[in-house]
Every structure is written in structure tokens, then in C-alpha cells.
């Protein structure tokens, strides 16, 4: 058990790492970071995918095999939700613009907008902490398998991050992302307060809903990025992706 907990928190700290790299990235070089992070995301697609199909989803529908498919489109729903409402994108394209000519009314809306954005990213952060966590409640492999779809998607999540927070609140900008970046290993130290408790229903349909919210993180902010430019290098990256999760599920069945 004391295993499980040091592996959680260690992989819950790589992947806010990871979002701060994306930080570092963007703020170093922003057109370089803007212009190569499809590639990442066109490997965490793939990497994304092949671990809900070949490994969430058969876990959780042996779990809970009565509430897999509803917990499957609540999560999926509830990501559709909170990127429809709070304006974030976690590609590396911004799918947000400001006018030109504010006045006051428009300052105090793309203020608050900028705290809805920042909210939305947080939560997300927060959400895939608890998702390295329950992975690991069930298995070492698929908690590794998780920790890494996670840390993956969440450097292109850093460039993001800073991107729309700097956009909307350049002066808060970097605090605001590193927290956003801080969210996920919170998530994770949370779930330590609940995992050790749950019945493998629960487990089944925390993973049901984790499968959910990573098919539309992969179908709305990553794959989208893979037809903008160099299809085949994408399409590349994507495959090698889903091999990588194949590659590692080889290594724990050795």
C-alpha cells in the first residue's frame, strides 16, 4: 500500500511537471511551441486511444458492467460541458479572440472569462490527478498506463494554459498556470483520501468515467490537431503512440 501511495504522487508530480515544461516551452519559444506541439498531441491521441479501448474501458465494463456505458457518457459529457461553457481548448491551437475595441463592459467580460478559463483548466488538471490515482487502485499497469496518457496530454495543456491565461490576464499569468500545473498533483494526493475505500463498482465506474473524458479530450482537443499540417508525420506520431501503450503492456505481461 505504501508502494501505491509513493507511485501516485510521484506520477501525479510528473505530470504537473509535465504541464509546467508546456509552460516553459511556450514561454521560451511561442511560435516554435505552437507551431511543433501537434506532434505531441498526435502522439498522446494515439497513446490516449489505444489505453481507453484496450485497457479502461474492458476493466471497467468487467468492474461495472451495468453502469460502464452510462458513467462512459457522463464523462464524456461532462468534459463536452466544461470545454462548451468555461472557453478552453486543450490543443495547442487557441480557439479564442478578443475585440479590438473594448471598452469597459468588454475589459470586465474578458476578465471574467479569463477566470472561467483558468477554472475550467484547473478542474481538468485536478480530474486527471484523480485518474492517475484510481488507475494505480487497481493495478501498477494501468495506473502507469494512466500516469502516462496523463503527463502526455498535459504539456500540451501547459502551452495552452499559459496561452489563453496570458492572452486574457497577462499580468497573472504565470502564477495562474502554475497553479493550473500544481491542480494535478493535488488531484492526486486527494484521491489518496478515498481510493484505498472503494468497492471495485466504484473503481469500474471512476474508470468508466476517466475512459469518457479521455475519448473527447483525444476526439475534440487532440485529434483535430493531427489534419492541420504534415498528415503523414502526424499519422505517424499517432500509431507509434498507440504501439508505445502496446509496447508497455507487453513489459508487465514479461
Known amino acids: 500500500m505504501y508502494e501505491m501511495e509513493l507511485l501516485i504522487i510521484f506520477y501525479g508530480t510528473l505530470a504537473g511537471i509535465a504541464t509546467l515544461f508546456g509552460i516553459y516551452m511556450i514561454r521560451r519559444n511561442h511560435e516554435w511551441a505552437l507551431k511543433n506541439s501537434h506532434y505531441i498531441n498526435s502522439f498522446a491521441a494515439g497513446l490516449i486511444l489505444a489505453l481507453v479501448f484496450f485497457h479502461l474501458m474492458p476493466e471497467a465494463v468487467e468492474l461495472s458492467e451495468l453502469a460502464f456505458y452510462p458513467a462512459l457518457f457522463i464523462g464524456f459529457f461532462a468534459f463536452y460541458l466544461l470545454e462548451n461553457f468555461i472557453v478552453i481548448h486543450s490543443g ?3 480557439h479564442y479572440c478578443l475585440d479590438e475595441d473594448e471598452d469597459e463592459f468588454g475589459a470586465h467580460h ?4 479569463g477566470v472561467m478559463a483558468f477554472s475550467g483548466l484547473a478542474f481538468h488538471s485536478l480530474i486527471d490527478g484523480i485518474i492517475i490515482g484510481v488507475g494505480f487502485e487497481l493495478s501498477t499497469e494501468i495506473g502507469f498506463l494512466a500516469a502516462m496518457a496523463v503527463i502526455l496530454h498535459e504539456i500540451p495543456e ?6 489563453i491565461v496570458n492572452e486574457v490576464m497577462p499580468d497573472k499569468s504565470k502564477i495562474l498556470s502554475i497553479i493550473v500545473a500544481i491542480a494535478t498533483p493535488f ?8 481510493i ?3 468497492s471495485e463498482l466504484l473503481i469500474g465506474i471512476l474508470l468508466a468515467l476517466a475512459a469518457g473524458t479521455f475519448i473527447y479530450v483525444a476526439a475534440s482537443d487532440l485529434i483535430p490537431q493531427t489534419h492541420e499540417k504534415n498528415n503523414l508525420q502526424n499519422l505517424i506520431a499517432f500509431i507509434v503512440g498507440a504501439f508505445f501503450i502496446y509496447g508497455i503492456s507487453l513489459f508487465f505481461h514479461t
Open 158 to 163: 501547459g502551452v495552452t494554459s499559459f496561452a
Open 92 to 94: 495547442s491551437e487557441i
Open 187 to 194: 488531484g492526486a494526493l486527494f484521491s489518496l483520501l478515498f
Open 196 to 198: 484505498s475505500g472503494l
Open 110 to 113: 474578458t476578465s471574467r472569462i
